[in-house]
């Protein structure tokens, strides 16, 4: 199961951590993330975070195609989001990437990387918990047998 699909049937108090992933990055908004999951799940973010590439040719033209594939994506969000301030946040973002791009500044991908890791932390988190409180659950079932 992807991890947005995954995130919305988490129970509140676990959408509520996630939420503050996102209120904590003002460069990731979560209006890009819920609209354009799919696409932003099937890339390499942990490939492009690595600081160890940062001076390598493919590497830098690898971030560079992977932020104008990213805009194209917002573009196509843009196209489709009618809510002003979403509009607003998602263009803020835009230009963020395009800055991004001319400045040769791919901070913005190790954000994106660091939202996902910890998305992943949170639901992590809460198998432990349901797998802990379901064998607890069964064994003070089964005490009482």
């Not at 490939?47 to 940062?54: D, K, M, V």
């Not at 064998?135 to 079932?141: E, Y």
Request: proline share 2%.
């Amino acid at each position: 199961m992807a991890n947005w699909a995954q995130i919305l049937a988490l129970p509140e108090s676990f959408q509520r951590r996630i939420l503050t992933i996102y209120d904590q990055n003002q460069f990731f908004p979560i209006e890009v993330r819920k609209s354009r999951a799919e696409w932003i799940e099937k890339q390499d973010w942990s490939f492009y975070s690595n600081p160890n590439y940062s001076y390598d040719t493919n590497y830098l033209e690898r971030c560079i195609s992977l932020m104008q594939e990213f805009i194209q994506q917002v573009n196509q969000l843009l196209s489709t989001t009618n809510d002003i301030s979403d509009k607003y946040k998602i263009n803020n973002f835009k230009s963020n990437l395009q800055y991004a791009i001319e400045s040769n500044n791919y901070e913005i991908i190790k954000h994106v990387y660091e939202c996902l890791r910890n998305e992943n932390v949170i639901i992590q988190r809460y198998r432990e918990v349901s797998i802990s409180a379901l064998c607890q659950s069964f064994w003070s079932c089964h005490s009482v047998l």
